[in-house]
């Protein structure tokens, strides 16, 4: 009865505009991170392990953009890890570089049909963000595998694993020293432990909105940056250009001027316009990384 019904989830569960992305470029992208975590690429389809409460599902996502559910621990409910992987994809609107972005077709071609993953979680967005502070790129994602793996949270299937990362409580209830094998600082580590606890014991009511944003930044060891990124990587949110990005910066003078180094603020401000220069800074760092990585 399982796999009956496991089948008839994986009809007709592919988002609207699914046609218009290129499954095979987001696998490519995703190669390019040198400690995968959560967004894995395995046997020519991407996967996602989605959390519901103590459960796990694992999500397999092939080329024909059809989810289906491979594996679960617990009690998962099919309806609510099919709405997280469909908002984890983020195809419900065609890609914008076909749309609102055409002020940039010449960079950003390369990258057009790539879908813009969100996180599952608004927590889970604010421990990679927190983790990303003023740290090398190969550095933060290793520390955000070495997390997946102290958590303990995970799916084994084809002998491969899978991770989700520790649950809000996990982290909340963690000593300070268990997380020194991240090898972040001890500010970012009691970061990432008082966001667990205020999460657990009182959640913060963070939107998609101007109201969300400013709660983000009342939050302990949020700034402007930290919820800027934290409003993408959640909700796809990308209305403001990152200007202190390092990566973008030399993207910028790579991609618009042909030289090295890094763009000023000023030549950022110049090349992003005030629309949809945060979503076009965003695509332009995805090809960065495809490139350069």
Known sequence: MLRVLLYLWTQNMTS???DDYDHALLLEVLKRYPSPTLDRVYNGAYWRTIQDGESLALVKVPETWQPEIVAGQGNPN??????????????????????TLTAYQEQLQPVAGLPLLRTQ????????VIIEQHIAWRA??????VLCEWGG????????????YPTIQ??????PDDLKILKI???????????????LHNPPRITPDDSGYNNLLSLKGVGAWTATVVMARAFGIYETVPYADVAIQAAVNHYFLGKGGRASKATLETVFQP???????????????????
Do not use: C
């Open 78 to 99: 099919a309806d609510h890890v099919h709405k997280s992987i469909r908002y984890i994809l983020n195809m419900e609107q065609p890609p914008p570089i076909k749309t």
């Open 170 to 175: 996990q982290i909340a209830e963690a000593d």
């Open 121 to 128: 979680t608004i927590f889970e967005a604010l421990l990679m």
């Open 185 to 199: 600082t001890h500010r970012r580590i009691d970061y990432l432990i008082a966001l667990a606890q205020q999460f």
């Open 153 to 164: 949270r995970y799916i084994d299937h084809d002998g491969q694993r899978f991770y989700a």
């Open 16 to 18: 609207p505009h699914a």
């Open 275 to 293: 629309s949809g220069g945060g979503m076009a800074a965003q695509y332009l760092l995805m090809r960065w990384v495809l490139d350069m990585y």
């Open 140 to 145: 933060a994602q290793r520390a955000q595998f």
